[in-house]
């Protein structure tokens, strides 16, 4: 009986390891096969969302140049002498421009978005800031403060250009 079990083990137990052999290398062929499948569609998925991608971030950079006060100022021309009406008016054109463009933060990093937003933000608080002074109380001179103000610093909209380009350069 002894000799009968040890015959019937010495027959199943090569049997057992071939299949367990082959269970655990079908296992390990199965998820590689996974991940390269995986791979082959991030990669496809990137190669189709790297346009759409590239051009939200033109828009934005498109958007950061219109919104930058000396562009600004030249293509926006005061419809009055009041420096209100036209402290609004281009406050209007700011915010018209963004929320033309506020579909494109779902290509963009949050961080970059960020700090679009914040460049727009700091370009309505120098209109704001410069209209506040009493020393100006017509459009032209409104427009006259607000260059001087940035004669001697970088606009905010170069400083998010600068980060576009950078994550820009990051997708390649």
């Known amino acids: 009986m002894e000799n009968k079990f040890f015959e019937l083990l010495a027959y199943t137990m090569p ?3 071939t299949g ?3 269970y655990y290398f079908f296992n390990l062929h199965t998820k590689n096969e996974d991940a390269r499948r ?3 569609i991030q990669k496809d998925a990137q ?3 790297l346009p759409i991608r590239l051009q939200a971030y033109e828009r934005m950079a498109l958007f ?3 919104i930058n006060p000396q562009k600004l100022l030249v293509r926006v021309s005061p419809s009055s002498a009041s420096k209100n009406e036209y402290e609004n008016q281009l406050i209007t054109n700011i915010e018209n421009e963004y929320d033309h463009n506020i579909s494109q933060q779902i290509y963009m990093s949050d961080e970059c978005w960020n700090i679009v937003k914040a460049a727009k933000n700091a370009t309505i608080q120098i ?3 410069s209209s506040m002074s009493d020393k100006i109380d017509s459009s032209d001179k409104l427009r ?3 260059l ?3 004669m001697d610093r970088q606009t905010p909209s170069y400083a998010a250009l600068s980060f576009i380009k950078k994550e820009v350069g990051e997708l390649w």
């Open 148 to 150: 001087n103000d940035l």
């Open 64 to 66: 950061l140049e219109r």
């Open 47 to 49: 190669k189709n969302t």
């Open 144 to 146: 006259e403060s607000i």
């Open 15 to 17: 049997a057992l390891i």
């Open 38 to 40: 995986r791979f082959i």
């Open 127 to 129: 209109i704001r800031k």
């Open 20 to 22: 367990i052999l082959a």
